[in-house]
């Protein structure tokens, strides 16, 4: 097994970690470890990532990894063309979600798609959701028969300035008349966000692989980190070779 430093302390938490990413070697050395309950992914990660052929990609992760949720994303902008992609990646494993955003992108809620998709017995991990408002649409449009992922955006929400704990909160008191229905903590700026989403009773955060490297950090002695900190300043001041044109005190003297 691969190992990544700190990894176990995921295991104390009643959060749900899933890594998000597109790189397949990262995915792959991520679903050795247990304390990853699920794998999210999306178009602009697989961009990044250069992926070129988005089925042979998603057989690729669905085929090594068969035991835990998997997110993927339709693309089309089109009820019918939204609706005839959630089905077929529905298709492709029983552990598969179907991220469908919760607006095209002019701005229409896709609520009755959701609903359709619900309805048929279609896994949705509804997405780039922002407030309460678009949550309890969303709760409206889910089964109460059928699991869905209700992803709120809340590192994107903190980039405006709002802390997001509070609305975090709230989305789990709108969720809780639909109990298949797991709210995802998405795109988290800082290792702190893990345990928050675990104190306040959030379901799921995506967490990606460079953030989970930080994992190694946790409980580490704040007087040692401010050493190793002075430390690292003095090295690279050193390598550089600085001169700020006064001669230190021991020279001189």
């Known amino acids: 097994m691969t190992g990544v ?33 699920g794998f999210t992914t999306n178009p602009t990660l697989m961009r990044a990532a250069g992926i070129k052929d988005y ?4 057989h690729e992760l669905i085929a090594r990894i068969p035991d835990r949720p998997i ?5 089309a902008d089109d009820y019918d063309g939204m609706k005839d992609q959630a089905f077929l990646l529905s298709s492709w494993g029983a552990n598969v979600y179907v991220k469908v955003p919760v607006s095209d992108t002019r701005g229409n809620f896709t609520g ?18 922002m407030t309460t408002a678009q949550v309890r649409a969303v709760a409206d449009a889910l089964s109460a028969e059928t699991p869905a992922v209700v992803s709120v955006f809340a590192g994107r929400i903190a980039d405006t300035g709002i802390d997001p704990v509070p609305v975090m909160a709230e989305c789990i008191e709108i969720l809780s008349g639909r ?13 702190l966000n893990i345990f928050q989403a675990d104190a306040i009773g959030c379901d799921i955060i995506t967490v990606t692989p460079g ?9 580490k002695d704040l007087d040692e980190y401010s050493l190793e900190t002075v430390q690292m300043f003095y090295r690279d001041a050193t390598a550089s070779g600085f001169d700020i044109g006064v001669m230190q005190r021991g020279a001189a003297e």
């Not at 089925?55 to 998603?58: P, Q, Y």
């Not at 997110?71 to 693309?75: A, G, I, K, T, W």
Request: hydrophobic share 55%; proline share 4%.
């Open 55 to 58: 089925e042979s990609f998603a």
């Open 71 to 75: 997110s993927f994303e339709v693309f």
């Open 179 to 191: 109990p298949l229905a797991e709210l995802l903590w998405a795109s988290p700026r800082e290792l």
């Open 112 to 129: 009755p798609l959701i609903a359709e998709l619900a309805a048929n017995g279609v896994k949705a991990n509804v997405t780039a959701i």
């Open 5 to 37: 430093a700190g990894i176990s302390v995921l295991d104390a938490l009643g959060v749900q970690v899933y890594a998000d990413g597109a790189d397949t070697q990262e995915i792959f050395k991520l679903a050795d470890h247990k304390g990853i309950k």
């Open 211 to 219: 953030l989970l490297k930080k994992l190694a950090l946790v409980g």
